[in-house]
């Protein structure tokens, strides 16, 4: 065993990646971002020490945490060279917080911290000291079950912290939550029982996370609203824009504005078609292709540039034609591609390289023609409210079904596709995250107006949908969330997905189906808790589920 990584539900053989990735991440990447989720620790008793002492330290402390953990998730930064330097500079802050605090009076030792918070080394002794400090240096199988669910969850929570952070929003009770969560997966001292209400409270900061970043998105860009949305292409040569960072989306937006070169999103960006602020821009086209795991296709036959502002990346083989034509911004990364520098001083990121690039480059070939529809986040759906009310009343719409979360590459997915195809005609599905990409091509039909898919946005967005469900609770006057005739079915792939649960978990959701396989990092004790609290369960066939969701 070379690495141990199992935080998707790709990970190999159902139980974890050992030798590489599935996802293509190689052994030492994957031990660098150990070593960084280590430190990281380290960094974090720190500053909790700082603020229990009323002791302020600089604040870019809190980004450097929360852009760290975002860096290590599924499929966003494959660069070992990155990681090697964050290390470095993780071990800089965290020695250099340490000082002041002993400055300050502070007797650390006394403070027993954890080995985290210690060792040092240098990047020569790195690699040795990864293979010490990963996901199996908890032993026991339900403790380090638990400090993973909860490890991945602050790994999605901080993703979203960022991309408002980006957009000038912060909750600094969030940087707190992830720092002293982080730390307290050092503490042996915990009970499971400490580390379940941990894993709720995770959830809680996922909620408000996300009503963050919805905050920052609609302040910022507007609300969503419906919006059909072109998939084919246009003449010019253009830039697909992958990812979730709409403060990327909006200075490509502005920096391509009147330079003859189009914008296309892709996969999890395809939300930005929905806002208004977008909107207006004449030579954003519409949305490129599918979800992540098409793009080795797919970029080939786009001709232009591709900008990854964050996941899910998949590495190129050598010889692809888009190889040379990748770039990647923010928490994505991979060695050999340029990488669009972060904003300094409040300017803007610098576009100019890849839109260079993209002038010199053929116009995308078209794959698809026609339009999708989406923009039904929680603002434009309430607006719809009395509509959709009437329909349940009436009968019209028997059931709702959220199926948010992630699409991803193995077969068992088309599970997905052939339940939203069988679904009866009077039942409508909300979703938010790429997995909508399994059946949003369907021509499922509308219900009186209203479309059978409702897509709200990006994974992030499944807030709209937990919105939208409390509305449904106050108009029909439930007690419950779950008396409302919402099931839920999930495709999880990333850590964000996890973040996603745990915030329906925190908010009371029940019965949630969780596909298509059940995380690896579950222990069959911690599964065992999750099913008989909350009732999680797995998927089985399609026309079993159907029937079992719709009685
Ligand atoms: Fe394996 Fe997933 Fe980890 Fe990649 S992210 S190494 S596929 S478990
Ligand atoms: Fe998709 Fe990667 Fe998770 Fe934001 S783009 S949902 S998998």
Redesign the pocket.
């Given at each position: 065993m070379s690495?141990f990584?199992?935080?998707?539900?790709?990970?190999?053989k159902g139980t974890?990646?050992t030798i590489?990735?599935?996802?293509?991440?190689k052994d030492d990447v994957?031990n660098m971002q150990d070593l960084l989720m280590f430190v990281l620790k380290g960094i974090s008793f720190y500053t909790k020490t700082a603020r229990d002492k009323g002791i302020e330290y600089d604040e870019k402390i809190n980004k450097f945490v929360f852009d760290g953990l975002f860096a290590t998730?599924?499929?966003a930064n494959f660069s070992k060279q990155i990681f090697i330097e964050r290390v470095t500079s993780a071990l800089e802050i965290r020695n250099s917080l340490r000082k002041k605090l002993e400055d300050a009076g502070v007797n650390i030792e006394v403070l027993k911290p954890h080995s985290s918070a210690i060792w040092d080394g240098t990047p020569d002794t790195y690699e040795e000291k990864a293979k010490l400090v990963g996901v199996l240096a908890t032993e026991n199988e339900d403790v380090r079950s638990l400090r993973e669910l909860i490890t991945y969850g602050l790994k999605g929570l901080a993703a979203y912290t960022e991309h408002a952070f980006n957009l000038g929003y912060e909750n600094k009770e969030l940087y707190k939550f992830m720092q002293d969560t982080l730390l307290a997966t050092t503490d042996n001292s915990l009970t499971s029982d400490q580390l379940v209400a941990l894993t709720l409270q995770t959830g809680k900061y996922g909620v408000e996370a996300m009503a963050l970043l919805d905050k920052a998105n609609t302040s910022s860009y507007g609300n969503p609203e419906i919006t059909k949305v072109n998939i084919g292409v246009k003449d010019n040569p253009g830039i697909l824009i992958s990812g979730h960072d709409l403060k990327d989306m909006e200075e490509l937006l502005k920096q391509t504005d009147g330079t003859g070169v189009d914008v296309y999103t892709h996969s999890e960006m395809l939300p930005a078609n929905y806002y208004p602020a977008f909107k207006k821009y004449k030579h954003f086209v519409g949305n490129y292709g599918n979800s992540w795991w098409k793009q080795k296709e797919e970029f080939e036959t786009f001709n232009g540039p591709i900008l990854f502002t964050t996941n899910c990346l998949v590495p190129p083989k050598k010889d692809a034609g888009y190889y040379n034509k990748v770039y990647t911004t923010g928490a994505a990364g991979f060695d050999g591609f340029p990488h669009i520098a972060d904003r300094v001083n409040g300017k803007s990121k610098d576009f100019s390289q890849i839109i260079e690039h993209a002038k010199k480059c053929a116009s995308p070939i078209e794959i698809e023609k026609g339009e999708i529809i989406g923009g039904f986040a929680h603002n434009q759906v309430i607006q719809l409210a009395d509509k959709v009310v009437d329909a349940v009343k009436s009968g019209a719409i028997k059931k709702f079904f959220v199926m948010a979360g992630c699409d991803g590459r193995m077969k068992d997915r088309d599970y997905y596709t052939e339940f939203a195809d069988k679904l009866p005609k009077d039942t409508v599905i909300l979703t938010a995250g790429c997995a909508k990409y399994r059946y949003n091509k369907l021509q499922l039909g509308d219900i009186g107006g209203i479309p059978r898919v409702l897509d709200a946005g990006q994974c992030n967005d499944s807030y709209s949908l937990a919105v939208i469900a409390l509305k449904l609770k106050e108009v029909f006057q439930k007690n419950d969330i779950n008396e409302l005739p919402i099931a839920y079915n999930i495709a999880w792939y990333?850590q964000k997905a996890v973040i996603v649960l745990l915030a329906l978990l925190y908010l009371g959701v029940k019965n949630i189906h969780l596909g298509p396989t059940l995380p690896?990092f579950l222990s069959p004790n911690v599964a065992k808790v999750l099913v008989e609290t909350f009732g999680i369960a797995g998927i089985g066939t399609v026309d079993e589920d159907i029937k079992m969701f719709m009685n």
């Open positions: 690495m990584c199992y935080q998707c539900q790709e990970t190999a974890g990646c590489q990735g599935v996802c293509g991440k994957a998730i599924t499929n990333e690896a």
